[in-house]
Structures are given as structure tokens and as C-alpha cells.
């Protein structure tokens, strides 16, 4: 485990790269936009590219109701141009909350008494891989505190079991990881195992505002934090998720953080980041800044943010969670999110426990509990196509991650039969009878919108046929 003065020595070189002054001139200078230019903005998002700051300044200073419309609108656009309707669902697998930090808004920081610590064990981490299985999901995102039990080689080695717990029909194919910053040398064991995606959320760009809420222990130190993904490409991983705690500080300010953080990965490793998260606080056990966050979003604010989000960095993958309530997630899955969880237990241990249990060791209350199969259902009955696909992951199809975006077809072409062959398998496997009868009809629609002429068709209907005849794992 490191020690702070080892931490406190390997950022004593170090600059930001988040130009905080700079941040808040263009905030100031773009209020008021024309809404010419905030057009012109908008058409150049739509074009494929990446806006700069002082462009996602100016939208973020759109305040007319009208001109606002056209912000969402164009969001709603670029989701159905460029990345259909396919959602990606995916499992939080919470494996121990002990921790040694003291971050004011979590309920797992060192100095809350009053949650119930533990970690699970490898047998315990089987059982609840299992239950995930059993439900159908085939993506995880495993999420450890920070804590010398929790070093490099416990949490690989609870990634090698997780690649390795089959239960039934059921595996897990891609498993994300969001843990603490780690030293290049530690990346690499995680590289060896075969991650999917390294998460490292900044909670606040807002150096101030980090030193008040990170109080002790080593994500105190801000800069350690900030390049903990530069370390993940040196060490060969090139495939990372960025995101920011919303209602730290002032979400504009947070939101030209994440675009500052994105330009910076990509001007030094040529590759932006794969997934953005946006989490709004929640209330926690015991965690009074979380019942009263100093910057709190509202619900229309939080909106915009992820229709700016959206134009901003159109080849980046958004994951909204199920913090937030349904009605919020519904509408916001509009503006482009492309990932969600679905059935979510935060809990340590609590997919294969009681729900009683479950809270006393939850970082935070989730605003959206509904069951895999109840989103899956509303997801279809929505006209969206949910996916559990791994495909370019499987296929080492990572570092480039704006292929998704930038080759023309790309979306047609893998993701939508990807997303159309693991759907498939979710309802022959483990779906009820009305969720598959909605999803079997959602899948004659989707193969409907494929020309017959289209070449790759036949292949797809070659694999459908496949899946039913009881073969896993095909795609493209
Ligand atoms: S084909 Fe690749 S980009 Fe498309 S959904 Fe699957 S993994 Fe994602």
C-alpha cells in the first residue's frame, strides 16, 4: 500500500492541467451566446467533432428556453445518428468498503462508525458473480475502496475470479474496474488479467474544493489522482473512464473539467477517454454532506448537463447510473447516454443477501431500484435495444475508442448485431415469458431496419439462428 509521503514526492514535479482561471474566464466571457453561434456549435458536434472549451462554454451559458431546445435537440440527434438505439447494461459489483480515505461525502470514509465494514472473500465473491449470472448480466464494474487489504494483486486476483465463475449459460465477459490510483508497475497486473475499462472519477477539478472534501489519506493529494490515468497508458492500458462527483462545486466549472481532463489524454496518448461518468451526490448512511451537498444540481441543470456533455465529446461513451431516479434516467437516455446498470445492489455481499443488510454497507441510497428484467422490458417497450455486448473488447477493438463514432457504418455493423445476438441470448436464458415476448418483437424491428441486400445481414441471421439452436457467445 502506498504511503501518502511516497505519494506526496511522485506529484512533487507535477502541474495541473486544468487550467482553473482559464476555466472560469470562458465561463464569464461566453454568457449571454448568440444563438447563431450556439447554432454553429451545435452543427459542428453534429459533424463529428470534438467541441473545444470555449465552444462548451458557450453552451453551457445557453439559458433562453428556446435556444436551450435546440441544445437537446441536437443532442437527440446526434444519439440517433451516430449511435442508435442500442443501451449497453452493465452490474456495479461492490467487493468491500473498508477504506482509509476521509472524503466528506462518502458514506464509506474512514471515520463513519456507524456503517458495517466488509470485504468479501473469494467464495463470497463467486457467490455473488453467480447471482449477477443468474439474472442474465454479462458486464461488471467491480468498485473497491481503498485499503491495504485491497492491493494490487487481492483485487486482480478477484477479477481472475470473476473471468472465471461460469454459472449455468452464464459469464461474465468484460469486467470494469473502479479503484483507487494505482503506480504504473500495478496497472500492469491489472492489464495481465484483462481488464475492460480503468475508472478513476477526479470528484472535483476544483482544487480548493478537493483539498476541503478529501481530508486525509492518499486521495488527499489531488495531482496523485488528476495523472492516475496517464500512469494506466504507461502502463498499457488504453482503455479508461473518466468522471466528476456533481454537487461538490458549480457543475459548469466540473463539466469544462471533464473536457479539459479528455483533451489532455488525448494530446498525450492520443486517445480520449472510453466512458465519462456524471454521478450526482446522494444521500449516505450517517454522511451529512451528502444529505445537503454544497452545489447541488437540479434535475434541469443536471439535463443540460448531459445534453452539453453529449455535443461536447460526441465519440465518448456516457454512463448514467442508478442513483438517479427512473424518470430522470428516461428522459436523460435521450441525450446520448450509451451505458446504464440495471438491477443494481451497492451493497457488500448484497446480491445473493438480504436487503436490510445491503444498506448498512451501501456508499450511497439508489434512486432507481428496479430489476434487470423491468428495465429490460421498459428499455424494449421504449424502443431502444438493450445490449450485454463485449464484442470489440473481445476483439482488442480498444485504444481507438472514437472507431465507434468515426468509421462511417461502424454502429450498423457491429454494434447493432452485437447488441441484437446478446439480447437474444438474455431472453432465450433467463428472461420471463412477457419480457421476452416484448423482446423477441423489439428484435423483428431492429432486423427489419437491415436491408435485405445488406451483405452482413445474412451472417447476423446465420447467428440468430445459431443462439436459438442454444450457441453463446457469437459476435462480430
Ligand atoms: S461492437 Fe464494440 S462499440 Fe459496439 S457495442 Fe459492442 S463493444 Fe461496444
Request: with cysteine; proline share 4%; hydrophobic share 35%.
Amino acid at each position: 500500500m502506498l504511503n501518502i509521503s511516497y505519494i506526496n514526492k511522485a506529484t512533487e514535479n507535477l502541474k495541473s492541467f486544468i487550467p482553473e482561471d482559464k476555466i472560469f474566464e470562458l465561463l464569464e466571457q461566453t454568457k449571454n451566446p448568440d444563438p447563431v453561434r450556439v447554432r454553429e456549435i451545435i452543427q459542428k458536434s453534429l459533424d463529428k467533432n470534438r467541441l473545444e472549451p470555449v465552444e462548451m462554454a458557450t453552451l453551457l451559458n445557453v439559458e433562453d428556453k428556446e435556444l436551450l431546445e435546440e441544445v437537446f435537440e441536437g443532442a437527440r440527434e446526434l444519439k440517433r445518428r451516430i449511435y442508435g438505439n442500442r443501451i449497453v447494461l452493465f452490474a456495479p459489483l461492490y467487493i468491500g468498503n473498508e477504506c482509509i480515505n476521509n472524503c466528506q461525502y462518502c458514506g464509506f470514509r474512514v471515520t463513519n462508525n456507524n456503517i458495517e465494514r466488509r470485504s468479501l472473500n473469494l467464495e463470497e465473491v463467486v457467490e455473488e458473480v453467480k447471482a449477477l449470472e443468474n439474472k442474465g448480466h454479462k458486464r461488471l464494474i467491480v468498485v473497491f475502496g481503498e485499503h491495504p487489504m485491497y492491493d494490487a494483486k487481492f483485487m486482480t486476483e478477484t477479477i481472475k475470479t470473476i473471468y472465471n465463475t461460469k454459472e449455468g449459460k452464464g459469464e461474465i465477459r468484460r469486467v470494469n474496474v473502479n479503484a483507487a490510483p494505482q503506480t504504473v508497475e500495478d496497472y500492469k497486473l491489472f492489464k495481465e488479467v484483462g481488464i475492460g475499462t480503468f475508472q478513476i472519477f477526479q470528484e472535483t477539478y476544483h482544487t480548493e474544493t478537493y483539498k476541503k472534501y478529501h481530508i486525509s489519506g492518499p486521495k488527499s493529494n489531488y495531482l496523485w489522482r488528476l495523472y492516475g490515468l496517464d500512469r494506466a497508458f504507461e502502463a498499457g492500458l488504453d482503455d479508461v473512464g473518466i468522471g466528476a462527483l456533481f454537487g461538490l462545486y458549480d457543475w459548469k466549472f466540473e463539466a469544462m473539467g471533464l473536457l479539459y481532463h479528455t483533451i489532455h489524454l488525448e494530446e498525450t496518448f492520443n486517445v480520449g477517454p472510453h466512458t465519462i461518468s456524471f454521478p450526482r451526490i446522494e444521500p449516505a448512511l450517517d454522511t451529512p454532506l451528502a444529505e445537503r451537498p454544497p452545489y447541488a444540481v437540479s434535475d434541469d441543470d443536471f439535463k443540460k448537463l448531459v445534453a452539453i456533455l453529449r455535443l461536447a465529446v460526441p465519440y465518448t461513451g456516457l454512463i448514467l447510473t442508478a442513483r438517479e431516479p427512473v424518470e430522470i434516467r428516461n428522459e436523460v437516455l435521450k441525450f446520448g447516454v450509451s451505458q446504464i446498470d440495471g438491477g443494481s445492489s451497492i451493497g457488500v455481499g448484497s446480491y445473493h443477501e438480504s436487503d436490510e443488510e445491503k444498506i448498512k454497507r451501501s456508499q450511497f441510497l439508489l434512486g432507481d431500484n428496479r430489476t434487470l428484467d423491468q428495465i429490460i422490458e421498459e428499455l424494449s417497450e421504449e424502443g431502444y435495444l438493450p445490449s450485454f455486448c463485449t464484442g470489440c473488447y473481445r476483439l482488442g477493438r480498444t485504444g481507438e475508442h472514437f472507431m465507434e463514432f468515426a468509421i462511417p457504418g461502424f454502429v450498423k455493423r457491429f454494434c447493432t448485431p452485437n447488441a441484437i445476438l446478446t439480447f437474444l441470448e438474455y431472453l432465450e436464458d433467463y428472461a420471463p415469458e412477457k419480457t421476452r415476448e416484448i423482446g423477441l418483437k423489439r428484435i423483428e424491428e431492429e432486423l427489419k431496419n437491415i436491408p435485405d441486400d445488406n451483405k452482413f445481414k445474412m451472417q447476423l441471421l446465420e447467428k440468430i439462428e445459431k443462439v436459438r439452436a442454444g450457441e453463446r457467445d457469437l459476435y462480430f
